[in-house]
C-alpha cells in the first residue's frame, strides 16, 4: 500500500535519485512544495472565484433592496455563481496537480536524468 502511493505521488523518483534524499536543500524543496500542495489550490480556487462573482455583485443596487428587480439581479447572480464555483473547483484541484507532476517530470527527467547524470546512463 505504501510503495504504490508512493508510485502515485512521485512517479518519476527513481532508486537513481535516492542520493537526493541525503541533501539539505533537497529536503527543503520536498517540504515547500508539501506546503504549497496544501495551500495553492485555495488559493486558484478563491481567486477564481472572486474574480468570477465579484463583478455582479458590485453590479446590485442595493438602494433597492427588496424591490422585485434587486430580487430578479440578486438570483441572477447567484445562478452566475453556481456556475462559476464549478469551473473555480476544477481549476483550483487540476492546476496544481498538472503543476506538480510537470514540475517532478522537468526536475527528475530533464534536469537530473538528462543534464546532471545523462554521463553515467550512456552505455
Same mark, same amino acid.
Given at each position: 500500500?505504501?510503495?504504490?502511493?508512493?508510485?502515485?505521488?512521485?512517479?518519476?523518483?527513481?532508486?537513481?535519485?535516492?542520493?537526493?534524499?541525503?541533501?539539505?536543500?533537497?529536503?527543503?524543496?520536498?517540504?515547500?512544495?508539501?506546503?504549497?500542495?496544501?495551500?495553492?489550490?485555495?488559493?486558484?480556487?478563491?481567486? &477564481?472565484?472572486?474574480?468570477? &462573482?465579484?463583478?455582479?455583485?458590485?453590479?446590485?443596487?442595493?438602494?433597492?433592496?427588496?424591490?422585485?428587480?434587486?430580487?430578479?439581479?440578486?438570483?441572477?447572480?447567484?445562478?452566475?455563481?453556481?456556475?462559476?464555483?464549478?469551473?473555480?473547483?476544477?481549476?483550483?484541484?487540476?492546476?496544481?496537480?498538472?503543476?506538480?507532476?510537470?514540475?517532478?517530470?522537468?526536475?527528475?527527467?530533464?534536469?537530473?536524468?538528462?543534464?546532471?547524470?545523462?554521463?553515467?546512463?550512456?552505455?
Amino acid at each position: 500500500m505504501k510503495i504504490k502511493i508512493k508510485k502515485i505521488l512521485f512517479p518519476f523518483f527513481k532508486e537513481r535519485h535516492r542520493f537526493l534524499l541525503e541533501k539539505w536543500w533537497f529536503r527543503l524543496f520536498l517540504v515547500v512544495i508539501a506546503i504549497l500542495i496544501i495551500i495553492l489550490p485555495f488559493i486558484i480556487f478563491f481567486n &477564481t472565484f472572486n474574480d468570477g &462573482t465579484q463583478w455582479c455583485l458590485d453590479l446590485l443596487d442595493y438602494s433597492k433592496y427588496g424591490t422585485p428587480e434587486f430580487i430578479v439581479e440578486r438570483e441572477n447572480c447567484s445562478r452566475i455563481s453556481k456556475e462559476v464555483f464549478r469551473t473555480s473547483l476544477i481549476q483550483g484541484i487540476s492546476i496544481p496537480a498538472i503543476g506538480y507532476y510537470f514540475g517532478q517530470f522537468v526536475f527528475l527527467k530533464v534536469i537530473m536524468d538528462f543534464i546532471v547524470l545523462g554521463y553515467k546512463y550512456k552505455n
